[in-house]
């Protein structure tokens, strides 16, 4: 399905096996031809690409330029097959090219990650399994030219600016254009869900660990100053009241904060326990996103001195601080 959010701006929505259903790619009819994220590599995700793209007119082949805005499968699955067919060049935050280049190798690690944050074995080593096995619908990057904060992109009748937005993902990256409010959101701002804070790979050797939701709330932070008028983001619908979606975000939070300080008001736990009692009955893979949320949480508490960690047979526990 594909229709006109605005002037040279349409919205194509691609169907992802994944509980969200669908994801947004954005084609821009401006010189150069380009699109913001590619979808998933599925043949159903391809197919729906190109009849979209039909409609209006346009080939695959004449895409002339390939932004992604994160290095999650759903949004650059399809970039090399679209880029190879059209010869567009694939532009994207160098940290997520690398995290794209080496996942398959990070899997031992994120799993040491979630054994360490209390997850059982046998829960762990699905959750593995799972990553390792959604990566059929991906091929990792090649060739890619690399964008960071500031930079800008530019367009035949206008300019847009990359901003760095870490959190959901360490290199995600929106895009920002001035004249009209407008911002690309990726996966940053998200209408009906809070979008994760995911564990991620850390920048620096163990046992620092990417703070992904200290990232993401300063993130927030950032967006919420630009003045916005439209977010664009990857899932679902566009957003028009943009300083009420992110008070209710920084509330979502401030409420999930008061939940895991109750969960550890009568005993120490490790963050897959808190994500228990936070998430109950998740299956294997949200396992992952509740630690990461519950992670993401436990880091600030820490750094704010109101919980405490303590190390025990290779698990860490987490008690306030009395
Ligand atoms: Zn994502
Ligand atoms: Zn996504």
Redesign the pocket.
């Known amino acids: 399905m594909i229709y006109q959010v605005l002037d040279k701006i349409y919205k194509i929505e691609l169907p992802i096996p994944f509980p969200?259903k669908s994801?947004n790619v954005y084609f821009i009819d401006d010189s150069p031809r380009t699109l913001v994220d590619a979808g998933i590599k599925t043949e159903v995700s391809f197919e729906t690409l190109k009849k979209g793209l039909e409609t209006i007119g346009v080939g695959l082949n004449s895409i002339e330029r390939i932004l992604i805005t994160h290095g999650?499968i759903?949004?650059y699955g399809q970039a090399k097959r679209l880029s190879s067919l059209s010869g567009a060049p694939i532009y994207i935050h160098s940290k997520e090219y690398g995290r794209i280049r080496s996942f398959i190798h990070s899997l031992g690690f994120i799993k040491s990650i979630l054994l360490r944050n209390g997850a059982p074995e046998t829960l762990a080593n699905e959750a593995i399994h799972y990553m390792e096995s959604a990566q059929i619908m991906a091929d990792s990057l090649d060739e890619a030219f690399f964008l960071d904060d500031g930079d800008s992109i530019l367009f035949k009748s206008m300019t847009w600016k990359t901003i760095h937005c870490p959190g959901h993902s360490p290199g995600l990256i929106c895009f920002h254009w001035p004249e009209k409010k407008i911002l690309f959101t990726?996966?940053h701002l998200l209408k009906e869900i809070t979008p994760n804070p995911i564990l991620n790979v850390p920048e620096y050797r163990p046992p620092f660990r990417y703070p992904s939701l200290k990232d993401y709330l300063n993130s927030l932070e950032k967006i919420e100053r630009l003045g916005l008028s439209l977010l664009l983001p990857?899932?679902g619908e566009e957003i028009h009241d943009v300083k009420a979606l992110i008070q209710k975000i920084f509330t979502h939070h401030k409420g999930r904060m008061d939940r895991i300080l109750f969960s550890l008001s009568k005993k120490e736990k490790t963050p897959f326990q808190i994500a228990m009692d936070l998430f109950p009955g998740v299956p294997p893979f949200e396992v992952f996103l509740g630690i990461s949320e519950a992670v993401g949480h436990l880091d600030i508490l820490k750094e704010k001195g109101i919980v405490k960690v303590n190390e025990k047979e290779g698990k860490d526990y987490y008690s306030l601080e009395t």
Do not use: C
Request: glycine share 12%; hydrophobic share 35%.
């Open positions: 969200l994801m999650h759903d949004h990726g996966d990857a899932h």
